[in-house]
């Protein structure tokens, strides 16, 4: 086999392995992300229903804060109240 040949084989299976990754990373980072804004909603939560959690008032709220525009904007349309 010569050199040629050799580096298009060489291309030919790096692209494969670069879908693969890439399909692999996409789920990766969907999972992180669903983890992530998971802890920011359930932060959110405890914003209201413990309010003195001490230690964690501000990062509550910051969270809470973060999330209202989307939960005012669910509840709006849950009540039928769309803008």
């Not at 980072?29 to 229903?49: G, S, T, V, W």
């Amino acid at each position: 086999m010569n050199k040629t040949k050799l580096v298009e084989l060489a291309d030919e299976v790096l692209t494969d392995v670069d879908v693969d990754m890439q399909s692999v990373l996409k789920k990766e980072l969907e999972i992180n992300l669903c983890e992530k804004l998971a802890d920011i909603f359930f932060a959110a939560q405890r914003h209201h229903k413990y309010p003195l959690d001490v230690g964690r008032i501000g990062k509550n709220e910051k969270s809470y804060k973060a999330v209202k525009p989307i939960l005012d904007d669910c509840i709006d349309k849950l009540l039928g109240k769309t803008k």
